[in-house]
């Protein structure tokens, strides 16, 4: 799977979105991003994937670069309960989808 | 609430015992992942069960070993327990894809 570079904190103000960029410039065609989060010690969470299209739901917006070298995690509107490690992984379709966590951005919304 | 569950949450054993991690998955999921975070390490991929197969071996200790049942709740364990071992464990569970539903962790404090 390729690797991925994420800055390691951000700020962000309550209310305002928050950017949060990967760097993958070693991706494969068949290879997804992911995004995950996790609030202080709890078991992490899916946030949203895509291949290269760019993907919104009800939590976030995944932007992915034409290339496909890079991709940005949007949260239009940041609340305190949003602070937490953010993880972006890059994963192949097929066979087993073990995730390869890196060290991740730490998001702190401030009020 | 992922419905994923994980017992025990908290575990608290001496150097050299062994201890049984349990984890239940989603009804209908398939899969199980087991991650170890470790303040030193991060998130690790330990190993990944589908419908009773090992599928996918990660970072995983000879000292530890894991199973899933029929009814497809796995047990994650760990003998001749060392101070390093201490962590917090995770198991995810999965229908297919690498949306994972992460469970909230059982707490291993090895003194």
């Known amino acids: 799977d390729a690797k991925t570079t994420q800055p390691p904190s951000m700020d962000c103000a309550e209310g305002r979105a928050a950017n949060l960029p990967c760097n993958h410039s070693t991706i494969s065609g068949n290879e997804y991003v992911y995004w995950y989060r996790q609030i202080h010690s709890q078991g992490p969470q899916y946030i949203i994937h895509g291949l290269k299209n760019n993907e919104t739901n009800e939590m976030a917006s995944l932007i992915i670069t034409e290339d496909r070298k890079s991709s940005t995690l949007i949260l239009p509107h940041a609340t305190l309960r949003d602070t937490a490690v953010y993880y972006c992984i890059v994963l192949r379709g097929a066979g087993s989808y073990q995730l390869t966590f890196g060290k991740g951005t730490k998001l702190s919304v401030i009020p | 609430d992922s419905g994923v569950t994980q017992t025990p949450k908290h575990l608290i054993t001496a150097t050299g015992q062994r201890v049984t991690l349990r984890c239940s998955p989603r009804?209908?999921?398939?899969?199980v992942y087991w991650y170890q975070q470790s303040l030193d390490q991060g998130l690790q991929f330990l190993i990944h069960?589908?419908?009773?197969?090992?599928?996918a071996k990660g970072n995983i200790l000879e000292r530890f070993s894991a199973q899933q049942f029929p009814d497809l709740h796995s047990e994650l364990n760990l003998s001749s327990l060392e101070l390093g071992d201490s962590a917090l464990y995770f198991c995810?569970?999965?229908?297919?894809?690498?949306?994972?539903?992460f469970g909230p962790g059982t707490r291993l404090t090895v003194l």
């Open positions: 009804s209908g999921d398939l899969s």
């Open positions: 995810a569970s999965s229908l297919s894809g690498g949306r994972q539903y």
């Open positions: 069960y589908y419908n009773g197969e090992e599928r």
